[in-house]
Structure formats: C-alpha cells, structure tokens
C-alpha cells in the first residue's frame, strides 16, 4: 500500500468509496449529510480540499492498495506553520480493515509531516467508542494528552474523546 495527495481526477473513485462506506463510516464518525453524497457535493469537497493544500493549511492523502485502487483516506488539516502542527485524520474502507493498513498509513503520514512539512507536533481526535483508532495511534508513538467530554455525536449519541499528541 501507498499514501499519496488527492487530485481532481480522484472524484469518481472517491464518489464511490464514500458511498460505499458511508454506513461503515457513520458508525464512528459524524455523519456528513446527504448533500456530500451526490456528484456535487464530492466535487465541492475536493475543491476545498485542493484550495486548502495549495494554502498550505491541508495535506488531503488517499490510501491505495498494491493495484492502486482507494482503500482509504488520510488526512492533515489544520496546518499552522507558525506552530508547526496539525490535526490527524483518517478512515478506511470497511473492506480493508482489520489487516494494519491504517496503522502503515499513519506512519507514512508522519514522515511527511516531519520530512516535507517541517511539522513538530500532530494532534488527534478519537472517541471513546473506537479502540481500534486509539490503538492505531498508540502504535505509531501518540500519546494520551487529555479526555474530551462531548466531543462528538454519532448516531444521534454524544460521546465523550481522547485528545492525542505525538511529537515529531
Ligand atoms: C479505525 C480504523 C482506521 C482502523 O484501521 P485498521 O487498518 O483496521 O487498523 P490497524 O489494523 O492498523 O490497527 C488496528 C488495531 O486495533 C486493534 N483493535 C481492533 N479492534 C479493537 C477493539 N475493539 N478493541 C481494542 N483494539 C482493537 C487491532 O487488533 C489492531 O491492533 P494490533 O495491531 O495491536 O493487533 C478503521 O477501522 C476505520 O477506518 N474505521 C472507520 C473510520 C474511523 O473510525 N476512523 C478513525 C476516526 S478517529
């Protein structure tokens, strides 16, 4: 598998990968609406996504497998340069998980921050009803920071998180 920047001509393979995963995804992560779902809505959201990278305020991946087709997303959003930081995000294809893809793509991810991006610090958000994430985290050098109450509502449940912090 491979991490690399989102492009314009990603759209109908991204179409398809969040429809795909869209109940997989809302599991454990809040809902986007159903706007995101049409062609519009996915080519709004790319836009945004390529005028933040070229701001220099995001660093939008997708995850590939060995044939390069989409099998995830891995995000860095949030960049401050003045702090050398950003936020951490990142999904996988319900298809693909369960085999440590996510656990190499946040690895890969934090050496371009560190070697490209010139980050110092990556902050990351993961409720409490998803071991899993916190589990990627810890196996790629994060520490627990702090516990988040109400920091996200999922299914119509507010949940309580874990703030994240690995130092590059
Ligand atoms: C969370 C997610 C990214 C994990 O991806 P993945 O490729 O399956 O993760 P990995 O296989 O690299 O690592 C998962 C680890 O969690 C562990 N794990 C899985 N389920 C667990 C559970 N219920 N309790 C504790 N640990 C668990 C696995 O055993 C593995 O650890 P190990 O290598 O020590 O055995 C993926 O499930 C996903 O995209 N979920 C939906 C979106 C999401 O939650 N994104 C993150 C938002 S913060």
Redesign the pocket.
């Known amino acids: 598998m491979k991490i690399r920047i989102l492009q314009a001509t990603d759209i109908p393979a991204l179409m398809q990968f969040e429809l795909d ?1 869209r109940a ?2 809302e ?3 809040y809902g986007r609406g159903d706007a995101f779902y049409t062609r519009q809505g996915i080519v709004q959201h790319v836009e945004e996504c390529l005028n933040h990278f070229k701001a220099g305020l995001m660093y939008p991946a997708l995850i590939l497998d060995d044939g390069d087709a989409m099998i ?1 997303r891995i995000n860095l959003r949030h960049i401050d340069k003045e702090k050398s930081r950003a936020d951490l ?6 298809r ?11 690895q890969q991810i934090l050496q371009h921050a560190r070697n490209e991006l010139s980050l110092a610090q990556i902050d ?4 409490v009803d ?10 790629n050098g994060f520490r627990l920071q702090q516990s988040v109450k109400e920091m996200s509502v999922i299914n119509g449940l507010t949940l309580d998180g874990y703030h994240y912090v690995r130092t590059l």
């Open positions: 995963n997989w995804f599991q454990f992560i995830g995000g990142y999904r996988l294809a319900s693909a998980a369960g085999r440590g893809l996510a656990t190499v793509a946040v990351a958000y993961v409720t998803n071991p899993a994430s916190s589990r990627v985290l810890s196996k």
